[in-house]
DNA sequence: CGTGGGCCTGTCTA
DNA sequence: ATAGACAGGCCCA
């Protein structure tokens, strides 16, 4: 039933799952248990040691990203004493290589919300459209294909607590139905792949720059989020014009233009792996409330 | 291209 | 307890 993995590589299992880029998996005791690849599977570590169940290895080291070599990213991306500290302190934090369709979802869902209300959507989504899975006793549910909630009416997507997102699910499962490719966008360059994004309804600049880091392969993804934010103004002020830093600092939000110049920031600095250092320092500024 | 206002509803705080 | 503020933005005028 259980398995272990010498892991000989550095994860952090914990601060992988709780950082804020995956909603649904939950920690019991020890074992976090979670849904992906169309199985509901556990996982926990002890030091080195990666036990887990009901899972395979090969799904679980891809799934976690285990494979890429973190030590090169972290030598790539580590330009300055802020994201030097950030990356010792979570040292071991992956980005997990998430089903494209499901995130896309999850981030349309997360527009204007708290990270404890997005779980909620999304768990009753999974709970009114997904298939029922079951480990030692306890219920799961894969995420819905967008052929179940492309089908499904405004109002029951609305009992999920969607408000407002409801009709962009709807509208955005519709057209991934009819033909939109979106595994086909890791094969299209960063730039192209946003702006095919960018077109579905409910997906801004943000929540394709999601969905490119954390399901499309795209490691040179930044999203500006308010953390972000408050990352570059905290920390990287000196890095930007005066007048888009006055702007960001009187004005609250983002405007389209800002968000790119902020972006073209983070990638320009950080280089390729720039949404390796995304993660690591919007981890770092939420842990310093 | 930039700006402002509205927006569903679950959580958290006073 | 119950109201009010706020939340990992997006869309439209």
Not at 79 to 88: G, T
Not at 175 to 204: H, I, Q, S, T
């Amino acid at each position: 039933m259980g398995n272990v993995r010498v892991c000989d590589v550095p994860f952090y299992l914990d601060v992988t799952l709780c950082c804020g880029q995956v909603f649904r998996w939950d920690k019991v005791g020890d074992w976090w248990f979670g849904v992906a690849g169309g199985r509901a599977f556990k996982v926990r570590q002890k030091g080195n040691k990666i036990e887990y169940a009901n899972v395979d290895e090969v799904f679980l080291e891809r799934y976690f990203g285990l494979d890429v070599d973190l030590q090169r990213i972290s030598d790539n991306v580590n330009k300055d004493e802020h994201i030097a500290k950030a990356l010792n302190q979570f040292w071991g934090l992956r980005l997990i290589r998430q089903e494209p369709w499901e995130c896309l979802i999850s981030y349309i869902c997360a527009t204007y919300k708290s990270i404890p209300a997005i779980k909620h959507m999304l768990n009753k989504l999974a709970a009114k459209f997904g298939e029922p899975l079951e480990l030692e006793g306890k219920k799961f549910f894969t995420f819905p294909k967008a052929e179940r909630l492309a089908t499904a009416s405004e109002v029951s997507l609305g009992e999920c607590g969607l408000g407002y997102r409801a009709k962009y699910l709807l509208a955005t499962s519709k057209r991934v139905c009819n033909g939109f490719d979106l595994e086909g966008l890791k094969r299209l360059p960063y730039v192209d792949a946003k702006k095919a994004l960018m077109d579905l309804p409910g997906v801004g600049a943000k929540v394709a720059d999601c969905v490119l880091l954390f399901s499309l392969g795209k490691l040179e993804a930044f999203p500006v989020d308010v953390w972000v934010k408050r990352v570059v103004l905290n920390h990287y002020a000196d890095k930007l014009e005066p007048e888009l830093l006055s702007r960001l600092r009187t004005r609250e939000g983002l405007s389209c233009g800002d968000y790119e110049r902020l972006n073209g920031f983070g990638r320009g600095y950080f280089g390729e792996f720039a949404g390796y250092a995304q993660e690591y320092l919007y981890h770092y500024e939420r842990m310093q409330l």
